[in-house]
């Protein structure tokens, strides 16, 4: 069974900067795409940034310039750098990866940027 914990949320400042992390466990990390997406309230869940295999990533419009998605294959983790943090990014924020073709979400850890 895949599982996905997030940790690293918070209550910050705007122009601040936090860290995520998801640990995965019950699926060959290395080759997993790892993706990290958010919720505000009364909004759908978008995207924010994904990190293949090889390393390589994609970004939102939005978070471009200011989060950096990493991971450590050794640690089976993923991370999120989040810096320049604006109150817009106030968010639920969730890991997200697909093993044998199924999605599989973490519980989200919740990001507050306040003004």
């Known amino acids: 069974q895949v599982q996905l914990v997030e940790s690293g949320g918070g209550l910050v400042q705007a122009g601040g900067s936090l860290r995520l992390s998801c640990i995965a466990s019950g699926t060959i990390f290395s080759i997993n795409a790892m993706s990290w997406y958010r919720q505000a309230p009364g909004k759908q869940r978008e995207f924010v940034a994904r990190?293949?295999?090889?390393?390589?990533?994609l970004y939102a419009d939005s978070v471009k310039g200011r989060f950096t998605i990493s991971r450590d294959n050794a640690k089976n983790t993923v991370y999120l750098q989040m810096n320049s943090l604006k109150p817009d990014d106030t968010a639920v924020y969730y890991c997200?990866?697909?093993?044998?073709?199924?999605?599989?979400w973490g519980r989200g850890t919740q990001v507050t940027v306040s003004s």
């Open positions: 990190i293949f295999s090889d390393g390589s990533t």
């Open positions: 997200k990866t697909i093993s044998r073709a199924m999605p599989y």
